[in-house]
Antibody, heavy 118, light 110 residues
Framework: QVQLVESGGGLVKPEGSLRLSCAAS????????MSWIRQAPGKGLEWISY????????YYADSVKGRFTISRDNAQNSLFLQMNSLRAEDTAVYYC???????????WGQGTLVTVSS | QSVLTQPPSASGTPGQRVTISCSGS????????ANWYQQLSGTAPRLLIY???QRPSGVPDRFSGSKSGTSASLAISGLQSEDEADYYC???????????FGGGTKLTVL
């Protein structure tokens, strides 16, 4: 069965960096778009980035453009999110998700919490 | 301010039918499909409706989706206590060239 397991979250100071990872299993990883979607405490969902199966097509929301970098390693069935210049407003649960370029997410990970605070 | 507009809350009693709306524009719901997600308290969201009206396997047929013009709707019939959750719509937006979520609707079963 499809499994997505995030790791790498934690407490980081403002302007610091963090790298999130997502280990995928149960499907042919390279066949699918993958996304990072976040949810600030008590708030709604925000789609922040996606990457195509080949890694050629990449999208970033304006809120993270220039600070976050999405990447993938199809040989290792892994998705990554490098987060730099972190701000308090980046505090959220970050979900790894399998998706389609239609706004459809069919599988979600359990999420990893990132807290940006001094 | 979300690109897709949902009512912040909705409520109903067990057995009732409840409808949640998602209002967009010609650049998103008007030309692209709408999807719906359910998020139970403390858990990750799950896909509830895709391609406007399709249910993934395992989703009860009490849940249904529809789209008309630039709006989409989620209907829940025979409301049950376990349906108490947050519901989000989503669609691709051609102007932003990316996917967008609605702000979410908190459904309370009275």
């Amino acid at each position: 069965q499809v499994q997505l397991v995030e790791s790498g979250g934690g407490l980081v100071k403002p302007e610091g960096s963090l790298r999130l990872s997502c280990a995928a299993s149960g499907f042919t990883f390279s066949d699918y778009f993958m996304s990072w979607i976040r949810q600030a405490p008590g708030k709604g969902l925000e789609w922040i980035s996606y990457i195509s199966g080949s890694g050629i097509t990449i999208y970033y929301a304006d809120s993270v453009k220039g600070r976050f970098t999405i990447s993938r390693d199809n040989a290792q069935n892994s998705l990554f999110l490098q987060m730099n210049s972190l701000r308090a407003e980046d505090t959220a649960v970050y979900y790894c998700a399998r998706c389609f370029p239609t706004g459809e997410v069919d599988f979600w990970g359990q999420g990893t919490l990132v807290t940006v605070s001094s | 301010q979300s690109v897709l507009t949902q009512p912040p809350s909705a409520s109903g009693t067990p057995g009732q039918r409840v409808t949640i709306s998602c209002s967009g524009s010609s650049s998103n719901i008007g030309t692209n499909i709408a999807n719906w997600y359910q998020q139970l308290s403390g858990t990750a969201p799950r896909l509830l409706i895709y391609s406007n009206s399709q249910r993934p396997s395992g989703v009860p047929d009490r849940f249904s989706g529809s789209k008309s013009g630039t709006s989409a709707s989620l209907a829940i019939s025979g409301l049950q206590s376990e349906d108490e959750a947050d519901y989000y719509c989503a669609a691709w937006d051609d102007i932003l060239n990316g996917p967008v979520f609605g702000g979410g609707t908190k459904l309370t079963v009275l």
